[in-house]
């Protein structure tokens, strides 16, 4: 069973005891990034201070070694999602990952009249790219509808799925509203029409078992941050049987083989392609202890937990008088809600003067708040290091917020 008092004595942000306003800090914005343990930490200066070197670059130890935590760090991500080392592709996070499907796989592969799915709830590291494809290759972008809860069913991406379907792009789990959609089902259904899927993992592989072969995803996406990692780093899963689908969307050092004056060049194959320059190897580092951490504490045990601790937030938040929550049958730990007549940034504004530390405003989802019909709401979200006395603290400062903001502005 995993005991969150015991983990929190390896993440320094707890040890050192912060404050915000004078109050100890109740860290409720674990969508948004997450904390380092020490041994993150660790691993970044131990690459600053004993193991400096550029990567693939020299012929001396150093080098050697970097070399050799880059090729261990891909096989922990392989293990992890039970994909190919070969099929990871190190980038600087989750946006970085979708536009390199974007520009290195849809801009060659779809043409005017074909058309792209994705929906409402998507973050715009989602959203976006899609739309610079639909402007350059003419095709079209067409929304799933949003079942009465919010969810992206798999019936209602059926309906969506025409004969001119090429590409799926939706999150496994929304940063909003954190429903679980059935990527596997989607996949299914994609692949019998020749489209594929681009899987948004930002927000599920931190927190449950991603098995890529099991989905049949096409593209998954995540980020280091997201997970006890250090923020620029991220991951790219490309099905083996796509990668040489995929042109180089950054070219220089490190990805060819060779080149001459008459411009000839030989790209090198799978990820190496896509890793021009020189690779973020701090993070890497950084992000290869955080692999272990997770792997140690086990997947399944992050699930478990977050999802009972998130039973028990739900039970708190609903005794909350003027409390809407957007959510409540969401699986992941992802609470949105407001609070009547409480505008969301003037809550979070409370919040924080409570030492509570949430994220407002539309959360990088800027088309859902047609769905909600609210422009702006209240997001707290859980990880496996966050306690019931959180949940708690959070529940007792929400019920004096409307008193309190009433009297502030009147």
């Known amino acids: 069973m995993l005991d969150s008092y015991k983990i929190r004595k390896e993440f320094p942000m707890f040890t050192n005891k912060i404050k915000m306003q ?34 693939h670059r020299g012929d001396y130890d150093l080098c050697y070694n970097a070399d050799q935590k880059i090729a261990e760090t891909r096989k922990l991500v392989a293990e992890l999602i039970n994909a190919k080392p070969e099929e990871c592709i190190f980038t600087s996070g989750t946006t970085a990952s979708i536009n390199i499907v974007a520009y290195a796989y849809a801009l060659n592969n779809l043409n005017k009249d074909d058309e792209i799915l994705i929906s409402l709830e998507e973050h715009a590291s989602n959203t976006l790219p899609w739309f610079e494809i639909s402007k350059k290759t003419g095709c079209r972008i067409k929304y799933v509808e949003l079942d009465n809860e919010g969810r992206i069913t798999l019936e209602n991406v059926k309906k969506a799925i025409s004969n001119k379907t090429k590409l799926i792009a939706l999150a496994q789990v929304g940063n909003v509203l954190g429903y679980e959609t059935d990527i596997k089902g989607i996949a299914k259904a994609a692949h019998e029409v020749g489209a594929v899927v681009s899987c948004d993992g930002a927000q599920s592989v931190p927190h449950m078992k991603v098995d890529v072969k099991d989905l049949d995803v096409d593209f998954l996406s995540f980020s280091a941050h997201k997970m006890c990692g250090p923020t620029g780093v991220g991951i790219l899963y490309v099905k083996e049987e796509i990668m040489d689908k995929l042109d180089p969307v950054f070219v220089g050092g490190g990805n060819n083989v060779n080149f001459a004056p008459e411009a000839n060049v030989n790209y090198l194959k799978g990820p190496e392609m896509f890793e021009a320059g020189t690779l973020n190897i701090e993070g890497i580092y950084g992000f290869n202890a955080a692999l272990k951490f ?69 959360h990088c989802a800027k088309m859902l708040p047609i769905f909600l019909g609210t422009p702006a709401t209240v997001r707290a979200s859980i990880y496996f290091y966050t306690t019931k006395e959180e949940i708690d603290c959070l529940v007792e400062t929400l019920k004096t917020g409307g008193n309190f903001l009433d009297a502030y502005f009147a």
């Open 22 to 55: 004078g109050h100890d800090l109740v860290f409720l914005d674990n969508a948004s990034t997450t904390f380092k343990p020490k041994c993150v930490v660790d691993a970044i200066n131990r690459y600053y201070e004993f193991e400096t070197s550029n990567s």
């Open 294 to 362: 997770i792997k140690e504490i086990g997947i399944e045990n992050i699930t478990e937990y977050e999802r009972n601790l998130r039973r028990y937030a739900v039970k708190r938040l609903i005794e909350v008088e003027g409390l809407t929550l957007y959510n409540e049958t969401a699986e992941a730990g992802i609470l949105t809600f407001n609070l009547k007549g409480v505008f969301a940034q003037d809550l979070g504004t409370y919040l924080n003067a409570k030492g509570i530390a949430v994220r407002t405003g539309q």
